[in-house]
């Protein structure tokens, strides 16, 4: 029955397509300009660094400047600190890239990914600051507070997160030594970040399509169609910005959607982390809290600026 079911569904989304097919290749061509002139350049520095950074033990240093606040406000490895800093300045999904990165190198624990996973979730804050705040809201200072209440939001689910301390993996991390040649260092991470990124683009073609479809299927009213950003977060920050709505509501509904991700940013996270055996829904219940503590903290603020 089961078989019979998924064959209807896949034969009704095809059929969808077919009669849709400009807007599923106008889709198509989103998801491939906003890769490439909007994520690729702002992960490629950054994942190739943090490949080159880990093989040269770089992280110890990280780890004697950050890892005692790491270790005593979240309670996870002093390793932790360097994948909670480079998400801070990069962005999702490549948080869930560097962890992936930390775990492979037996630098930190799967414990540890599971907790850094959960508060490590920082939007890029160029695209918060000059997309959402100068582009969509034309706004400045919303774009700041917004970003301002998506770190705290996260910081604050750090704190909740339960006690854990790998000393192994702490005691162990001065002794390792790296044996690549920087050409051979360099080869592996460029083939690892050019896997990575081609998977990213892929779900977001995936769900780029999924929202056409859907906006074919639901005939949202132009006011609500931001929910699709609960899929690909891009065009419901677009379908935002061009409603009716208030200002300061369309602020406090960007502050959600950025701290929630979408399923998109989701899928990307867990297709990184492949066969790490992370539970989802702790990571979308995290999210879901991100998004709601972000909502309230932008009105709180918006409340005391203006």
């Given amino acids: ?3 019979y079911i998924s064959i209807m569904v896949i034969t009704f989304f095809v059929i969808l397509i077919l009669f849709n ?3 599923i290749m106008e889709s198509i061509r989103l998801s491939f300009s906003i890769c490439i002139n909007n994520l690729f350049p702002s992960l490629i520095p950054f994942m190739l660094i943090s490949n080159i950074l880990i093989n040269y033990n770089f992280i110890d240093d990280i780890s004697e400047i950050f890892g005692s606040a790491m270790n005593k406000f979240f309670n996870v490895s002093k390793t932790c600190s360097f994948a909670f800093i480079m998400s801070i300045i990069s962005g999702t999904p490549s948080n869930s890239k560097y962890l992936k990165d930390l775990l492979n190198n037996k630098l930190i624990s799967i414990e540890d990914c599971k907790k850094c996973l959960n508060f490590c979730h920082f939007t890029n804050p160029i695209f918060v600051l000059g997309t959402i705040g100068y582009t969509f809201l034309n706004d400045k200072k919303l774009g700041l507070i917004i970003l301002i209440s998506h770190y705290i939001s996260s910081i604050l689910i750090g704190f909740a997160n339960g006690k854990y301390k790998n000393e192994l993996i702490e005691k162990n991390l001065n002794s390792m030594k790296n044996k690549k040649s920087f050409i051979s260092i360099l080869n592996d991470s460029i083939s ?11 779900i977001i073609t995936t ?3 999924l929202t056409c479809i859907l906006n074919k299927i639901l005939f949202l009213n132009e006011n609500i169609k931001f929910l699709y950003g609960l899929v690909e977060l891009t065009q419901g920050l677009k379908y935002l910005s061009l409603s009716n709505l208030n200002i300061f509501l369309k602020a406090m509904i960007a502050s959600f959607l950025i701290s929630f991700g979408g399923f998109c940013i989701h899928i990307q996270v867990f297709s990184i982390l492949d066969n790490k055996k992370i539970r989802y829904i702790p990571y979308l219940l995290s999210r879901l809290i991100h998004g709601i503590l972000s909502f309230i903290l932008t009105y709180i603020f918006i409340f005391v600026a203006y």
């Fill in 21 to 23: 097919s400009v807007e």
């Fill in 207 to 209: 769900c780029l399509i």
């Fill in 192 to 202: 690892n970040v050019i896997s990575t990124l081609l998977l990213i683009l892929g």
């Fill in 1 to 3: 029955m089961k078989k």
